[in-house]
């Protein structure tokens, strides 16, 4: 983050530097100068507070589980993160447990390939469902990211489908079986990444 000099120490460093200028107070003004100057760095200003940038809302991270049942998508972050709001518009990032896409907006990282795929396809699935999905819990409600672990079940027009399941099994994401759900559940998504792999699907194609 930038920094910005205390505009009182500024001035008085320089006032001793006009000083050198004009050639009174030899060492003595140098001194003076790098001393303020060492000051000024521990009480300096943040420009953060002013660059309206860094002052954008961000989704809230509420440490409490939502409520399962149909909630509203509000954007899709990639394609294993989206955003749902509700009726008092707040915001929750949810994360798919157990599915884990290729990156494409993690910072200081470059987009991986069938990262952009996984994207498109889960922004296609959630417009199909219009922006509607049913969210579930099958252990781990929250990361230590603030984000909400959920199993989730775009409401399309000829039924619901199985997004976790269903980006595993079209090679568009890797089953992540760290968290705390079902043995179960991750049995179904061993089976559906094997299914990709054997298929040479997505990632598993490169």
Known sequence: MAKKVNPLINREINKNV????????????????????????????????????????????KQTPLEEGIWNVER?????????????????????????????????????????????????????????????FDGDQIDKYGRTLAMVYPQMPDGEIFLNEVLIREGLAKAELQYRFSKGMKERFKEAEEEAKRNRKGIWGL
């Open 76 to 136: 899709v972050v990639d394609g294993d993160t989206f955003i749902v709001v509700d009726d008092k518009n707040d915001k929750y990032r949810i994360r798919l447990i157990g599915a884990d896409t290729p990156e494409t907006v993690k910072p200081n990282h470059p987009i991986e390939p069938f990262g952009p795929e996984a994207s498109a396809f889960t922004k296609n699935i959630i417009a199909e469902a219009n922006n509607r999905v049913r969210i579930s």
């Open 18 to 61: 006009n000083k050198l200028l004009r050639g009174k107070g030899g060492l003595v003004s140098i001194l003076a100068v790098i001393v303020l100057a060492v000051i000024g760095l521990f009480v300096s200003t943040d420009d953060s507070r002013n660059n309206p940038a860094d002052n954008v809302p961000l989704p809230s991270k």
